[in-house]
């Protein structure tokens, strides 16, 4: 009976023309009419160090797991039927207890852990569901050449970790909020047309870019917003660490952001170090953004430097950051 559920399910989709362009090697499902009823059941069923991409077909539902995708796990492509209805979500935050009695820290409070290269998501929501409890993320990102695309990603405080120091990663029309520095790490990172809404008063990013990397953060083409009721006191970003990067280009974004644009995180040795630019921004009624009141040590940048190809440029495989 299963199998001619899932079946169903694929005959279903080519119906609407989706498997026309996808083959699906995994189907996963919370009702049986998959191959496993869970995200983790599906990853661990793929060949380590497969070198070719595997496909996983997540159907729409709450997937309530915590989800670690090892380095073992390479080339992984996760395509939720949904990005409303498709939702992976744990609880953890930094200061849960684990079975040991310790806090699980801000790294242990992920709901999802993506360690292997070449890693992509599709149509799905990610989400750590705590509250606002302090650090609690909701995608941890090591892997290298990680995609995600028509992706969200929700939560409050240190929503989207981007952990890996060697990891280039691209968000592309996605949705991610948060609170404070919801949007946080060493990865040079590339965010093309995403929304990006901060649900209170804080800091957008707190990025740890290492000494000598040529690129952090880039926001190209996003919308940034905001609940309503704040109309001031939200930072672009601090940085996390001395050399942090980060750059919006092309970006629109409302006055609730404050004038001075960035923040130092209470150390002015960080001024020297870390590189804050912007280029071609604009208000919702398509003023440019004025950046006479922006700190001193912010620089204003060229956008044509800021491209995607330019970004995450990576002689192993030049192209992997295009995407259909």
Not at 177 to 197: K, L, M, P, R, Y
Not at 260 to 286: C, L, M, P, Q, S
Request: aromatic residues 16%; glycine residues 8%.
């Amino acid at each position: 009976m299963k199998k001619v559920l899932a079946l169903a399910i694929m005959f279903f989709m080519a119906l609407s023309g989706y498997a026309d362009k996808q083959k699906f090697d995994f189907i996963v499902a919370q009702d049986g009419s998959g191959m496993f009823k869970t995200i983790q059941e599906a990853i661990n069923a793929v060949p380590d160090y497969r070198k070719v991409e595997t496909r996983i077909f997540v159907s729409k539902g709450v997937y309530k797991e915590k989800v670690v995708l090892p380095e073992s796990k390479q080339n992984i492509s996760l395509l939720g039927e949904n990005f409303d209805a498709t939702i992976i979500q744990y609880d953890d935050y930094a200061q849960k207890k684990n079975k040991f009695g310790e806090n699980m820290g801000t790294s242990g409070s992920s709901s999802f852990y993506v360690y292997g290269n070449d890693f992509r998501a599709e149509n799905i929501t990610f989400a750590n569901t705590a509250g606002p409890v302090g650090q609690a993320v909701a995608m941890f990102v090591a892997g290298n050449r990680a995609i995600f695309l028509n992706c969200k990603f929700k939560g409050f405080q240190d929503t989207l970790y981007t952990y890996g120091k060697l990891s280039k990663q691209l968000y592309k029309n996605c949705y991610i909020e948060g609170t404070v520095d919801f949007i946080f790490g060493s990865s040079t990172a590339f965010f093309d047309n995403c929304h990006i809404h901060c649900l209170r008063k804080g800091y957008l990013t707190a990025a740890s870019t290492p000494k000598g990397r040529d690129h952090g953060y880039v926001f190209r083409f996003c919308r940034i917003t905001a609940e309503k009721e704040i109309t001031e006191g939200i930072y672009l970003g601090r940085p996390w660490r001395p050399y942090a990067q980060t750059v919006f280009v092309g970006c629109t974004m409302g006055d609730f952001i404050n004038p001075v644009g960035w923040h130092n995180w209470g150390r002015i040795e960080n001024e020297k170090t870390a590189f804050y630019g912007e280029a071609d921004n604009y208000d919702y009624d398509g003023n440019q953004i004025d950046l006479s009141q922006r700190v001193t040590w912010a620089h204003q940048v060229n956008i044509d430097d800021y491209t995607i190809e330019k970004v995450l440029a990576d002689e192993t495989k030049p192209n992997w950051f295009v995407v259909e």
